[in-house]
């Protein structure tokens, strides 16, 4: 675990507001986007979040498998 938060501590320490998508699979890897917003600005990065998942289709339900 330790080498993937080497991704997030910068983000996690600074007071930015970060969301992770899912977008679909690669070669059977699920795969996501991250996305960090401004310093302590939650609204606008959901917002920025919610037009994202709407562009690229992001089902509300996922499938199970």
């Known amino acids: 675990l330790a080498p993937l ?9 600074s007071g930015h507001p970060a969301i992770s998508l899912p977008m679909g699979r690669a070669a ?9 917003g ?5 609204h ?8 994202v998942e709407r562009l690229v289709g992001f089902a509300r339900e996922p499938v199970l498998r």
């Open 28 to 36: 059977g890897v699920p795969m996501g986007l991250q996305l960090v």
């Open 44 to 51: 606008g990065l959901l917002a920025v979040a919610e037009v």
């Open 5 to 13: 938060s080497r991704n997030t501590a910068v983000v996690n320490q």
């Open 38 to 42: 401004r310093d302590h600005d939650d």
